[in-house]
C-alpha cells in the first residue's frame, strides 16, 4: 500500500533497473548498434523484447529523445536541449525554472496508488480544522465557488518534469478565506482516499497557483491522476499534491503525513533536492 501519492518511485524501481540492465548489456555488444542485421540475444536480455518489437524505440534513440522505463511500460522525455532551456530560464522569484535533478517530459505519469472511485456524484471535501466556518461541498457545489485557471510545473521527486500544464480550480487561499482561520493555523493537511494525508505549510498552501484542481489543460483528470478532484501544489514535490482529495484541513501543528512519516522530507523543496528527511 503505497497511498495515493503524487509520484512513487519504490514502486517502479524494478522496472527501471530491468530495463536499464537489458539495454546496456544489448548496446555492449560488438558494434554498440540496434538493427535488423544486429539482432540482440533475446534469451539472454528478454526484456529488451519489447523495445525491440516497438521499433519507434530505435527512432527515438536515433532522434535524440529518450524513454523513461516506468511501470512496465516505455514514456518518452524530452531532449536534453528542453531541460537544459528550462534550466536556464529563470522564474520571477530569480530561481531556474527547472529545479536541480529534474528532468522535462511530455506529460503526468501514472505514479501508483490506492485510488478512489474517480466518480463526481460522490465527491465531497470537507473544508474544517482550526476555522471558524467548516463547511464540506460536492462537485456542483466546488464549481460554484469562484474559479481560476493558472499555468504551473509540476516536479516529481523520482526527477521528472512537465512544464506548463493548465490547472482549473479553487484555490486553498480562497477555502481558507470562506472557512475564516483561527490565529495560529500554520499547515494545511490534505487528505485523501484510503487515510492518504499530506501535510504543507500555510504559506506554500494559500500561493497564488495552489489549487484544489479538476482539470488539466482544458480535460478531467484520469482516475490514475486523481479524478475526479486532487491537490496541486506546485512548488513543492508532486507527492504533496494529494491525488483524489477528500479533505484541507487547517492545523497549527504540523502533522507529518504518509510518506513524510516514512523517510520524505517534510518540506519538499525541489529547488534544494528535499528529497528525503
Not at 28 to 54: E, I, N
Not at 135 to 142: E, N, P
Not at 207 to 214: E, F, G, H, K, S
Not at 252 to 262: H, V
Request: net charge positive.
Amino acid at each position: 500500500n503505497f497511498g495515493p501519492t503524487g509520484c512513487n518511485h519504490e514502486r517502479y524501481w524494478p522496472y527501471t533497473q530491468s530495463f536499464v540492465a537489458g539495454y546496456t548489456a544489448m548496446m555492449a555488444q560488438p558494434g554498440g548498434k540496434v538493427s535488423d542485421s544486429k539482432r540482440p540475444d533475446l534469451q539472454r536480455f528478454p526484456t529488451m523484447q519489447q523495445p525491440w518489437d516497438r521499433r519507434q524505440f530505435i527512432k527515438n534513440a536515433a532522434a535524440g529523445a529518450g524513454l523513461i522505463a516506468l511501470g512496465g511500460g516505455l514514456f518518452r522525455f524530452l531532449s536534453d536541449d528542453a531541460s537544459a532551456a528550462a534550466a536556464a530560464e529563470k522564474r520571477p522569484d530569480g530561481r531556474p525554472r527547472l529545479p536541480p535533478g529534474q528532468r522535462v517530459i511530455e506529460k503526468l505519469k501514472p505514479m501508483g496508488g490506492d485510488e478512489g472511485d474517480g466518480d463526481v456524484k460522490t465527491f465531497s471535501l470537507r473544508v474544517y480544522g482550526a476555522v471558524k466556518k467548516p463547511f464540506s461541498v460536492d462537485y456542483a457545489g466546488l464549481l460554484k465557488l469562484p474559479q481560476v485557471e493558472r499555468a504551473a510545473d509540476v516536479h516529481c521527486v523520482t526527477g521528472w518534469t512537465v512544464l506548463g500544464a493548465m490547472f482549473k480550480g479553487v484555490q486553498v487561499a480562497k477555502l481558507a478565506e470562506l472557512a475564516e482561520l483561527q490565529d495560529g493555523v500554520a499547515h494545511v493537511i490534505f487528505e485523501a482516499a484510503h487515510g492518504y494525508t499530506a501535510n504543507v505549510p500555510l504559506k506554500d498552501a494559500t500561493t497564488d497557483n495552489a489549487l484544489i484542481t479538476y482539470r488539466m489543460n482544458g480535460k478531467p483528470f484520469a482516475l490514475t491522476h486523481g479524478a475526479p478532484v486532487r491537490g496541486l501544489i506546485p512548488d513543492l514535490y508532486f507527492w504533496k499534491s494529494a491525488k483524489w482529495i477528500t479533505g484541507v484541513r487547517f492545523v497549527k501543528k504540523d502533522e507529518p503525513g504518509y510518506w513524510e512519516t516514512r523517510g520524505y522530507h517534510n518540506h519538499a523543496d525541489p529547488w534544494t533536492e528535499e528529497r528525503y528527511g
